[in-house]
């Protein structure tokens, strides 16, 4: 393996392009391979033993692309299957996602902190984890958020269908006095602009990103593999409609590309 090699990133859809914008940002000397599973989009209703099926079938592919280390930008899909993967790759750098559970309970003043995540990860052994080890001394309220990563697939960011179901998920949550909410799915970020419309100002939104590109980094370097550079343009796949996710590129990651069939 050399530090020339790309960076292979996954997720069940395109929220991932979330973490490979902070990975971009941090490392820009790396080329950057994407693979988008919207074909089975959202895992968050999925079985464990599904999303670890579609998590060997990514890394197994990506690999065979040349990649030098595995992201799981999916929290998801690093429930269900990051520890199989480390299992199947020692060697590897593969870093996965969890629900910035720690960085909110140090955040929050009332004491009271929502979390807005899929089914899937609300329900992992590895949330509840997250949850006996950070979070012992305030209060979680968990919202589940069926519809929203479709929304997001679709590049709806700001439409009134999006606005209404994310109110919907919001309210409670501030309801009970909370002021720190958690982005525990890699789309949420993208709402970022819409739920500062309709949450106060105090209300602090925290997601795991930027953690996940520094450790990324923490990792290279501790395999010496840190590119030089310069980096490759990045490279997408998605096993749903390709065209799909090539319209919501330039919106998403900030840039037109090309997205192949996996």
């Given amino acids: 393996m050399t530090d020339s090699a790309a960076i292979g990133v996954f997720d069940s859809g395109v929220g991932g392009l979330s973490v490979l914008r902070e990975i971009r940002a941090l490392l820009p000397a790396e080329s950057l391979l994407y693979v988008a599973d919207s074909g089975h989009v959202p895992y968050g209703e999925k079985s464990p033993e599904f999303i670890r099926q ?23 899909a690093t429930a269900a299957g990051v520890a199989e993967l480390r299992e199947r790759y020692p060697q590897l750098p593969i870093v996965g996602m969890e629900p910035a559970v720690k960085p909110a309970a140090a955040a929050t003043r009332s004491g009271v902190v929502g979390v807005l995540a899929t089914t899937g990860t609300l329900k992992s052994a590895k949330f509840a984890a997250l949850l006996d080890r950070f979070a ?3 209060r979680v309220i968990t919202q589940p958020c069926p519809g929203l990563v479709e929304c997001i697939e679709g590049g709806a960011l700001g439409s009134q269908a999006t606005r209404v179901l994310l109110r ?16 525990g799915c890699t789309h949420y970020p993208f709402l970022r602009p819409l739920l500062a419309e309709l949450v106060p100002a105090s209300v602090s939104l925290v997601d795991t990103g930027a953690a996940v590109a520094r450790q990324l980094q923490r990792l290279l370097a501790e395999h010496r593999l840190l590119a030089a550079g310069p980096a490759q343009p990045a490279r997408f796949w998605s096993s749903g409609e390709p065209r799909q996710m090539q319209a919501v590129l330039p919106l998403l990651w900030g840039e037109a ?3 192949q069939a996996l």
């Fill in 168 to 183: 919907g998920y919001v309210e409670p949550l501030l309801a009970e006095g909370c002021d720190t909410l958690i982005l």
């Fill in 54 to 76: 579609r998590c060997r079938h990514l890394a197994e592919f990506l690999l065979g692309q040349g990649a030098k280390a595995l992201v799981l930008a999916c929290n998801t």
């Fill in 136 to 138: 012992s001394d305030v």
């Fill in 257 to 259: 590309g090309e997205v």
